[in-house]
């Protein structure tokens, strides 16, 4: 949807079309199955569709940033002591 820390919550929500988005529109058309292929991604060999999906989607999280936040979530970000 978009970062609600610099555009507000309602703004995001009056204007989100998900269908047209990057990440959740391969997912309303076909679930985590649909989104590895339009990524080129390998599906095989996962234990489930949560594992794919989690997966699929932190592999170009680094390169999508608006769509695939907090970088947290995928451990995409080191804390240090």
């Not at 929500?13 to 529109?25: D, K, T, Y």
Request: aromatic letters at 12%; a positive charge; one cysteine or more.
């Amino acid at each position: 949807m978009g970062n609600m820390w610099t555009t507000p919550l309602s703004a995001l929500v009056r204007n989100c079309n998900p269908a047209e988005q990057l990440i959740a529109g391969p997912i309303l058309r076909g679930g985590p199955m649909r989104l590895a292929r339009e990524f080129g991604f390998d599906a095989s060999g996962f234990v489930d569709e949560c594992h794919l999906c989690y997966t699929v989607r932190k592999w170009p999280a680094s390169r999508f940033p608006v769509w695939l936040g907090p970088r947290e979530v995928y451990g995409l970000v080191r804390h240090t002591a």
